[in-house]
């Protein structure tokens, strides 16, 4: 029991400096020997958790994609549509806070295709995601909560934006301390632009 523990923490070790390194030296630029270095263990002792560096990615995806789907969930739960907006941002940005080589790892040319199994599962979690955005929206449509002329997807499509344009800025400063004050701060403003003109404060 107690060694299936340890394995179990080496495990998430190795997952968790994998991502580290990503966003240090990008996905693409990660090989067995720098996780290996990053512990201070063999690179044998890496491939005794994971046969091949693919699984590496292929367990780092089941990680992202299961918690891109949490956050999807809270759009499908209880409360208000605009509540469940702001929750499905806030949520996604810790996300991407937590695991800042995400946005990485979804857009980074993979000459070898190691990574295209990986990517291609966290795009269709995002793309998920979008889905129930553009639900919620149409909520807020149905309810007349939304502005005249604007649609659903439109209004998906502007959320995402704002969470596309805090991530440049994190890829071009490496920093993440912005990323949840400012995105609350532009989320605000922007769901009270979607807001139907006549609605009453």
């Known amino acids: 029991m107690m060694k299936r523990k340890l394995t179990g923490d080496r495990k998430a070790e190795i997952l968790s400096a994998t991502l580290k390194l990503a966003f240090e030296v990008g996905p693409d630029h990660v090989t067995t020997g720098r996780i290996a270095k990053q512990l201070g263990l063999t690179q ?6 994971f046969p091949k560096k693919e699984d590496i990615w292929s367990a780092i995806a089941d990680t992202i994609c299961k918690r891109i789907t949490q956050n999807a969930d809270i759009g499908r739960a209880g409360g208000p549509p605009s509540d469940r907006l702001r929750r499905m941002i806030r949520s996604h940005l810790h996300l991407i806070t937590e695991y800042p080589a995400l946005p990485e790892i979804m857009v980074t040319r993979d000459p070898t295709e190691r990574l295209t199994e990986t990517r291609q599962r966290i795009l269709a979690a995002m793309f998920g995601f979008r889905d129930t955005l553009i639900a919620c929206c149409d909520e807020l449509r149905a309810a007349g909560q939304l502005r005249d002329g604007l649609r659903p997807e439109d209004s998906a499509t502007l959320l995402v934006g704002l969470i596309q344009s805090l991530v440049l800025r994190l890829i071009l400063t490496r920093d993440t301390s912005h990323l949840l ?16 003109e006549g609605r009453q404060p």
Not at 182 to 190: S, V
């Open 44 to 49: 044998p002792a890496i491939y005794k958790h």
């Open 181 to 196: 004050d400012e995105g609350e701060r532009l989320l605000n403003l922007q769901l009270s632009l979607f807001e139907h």
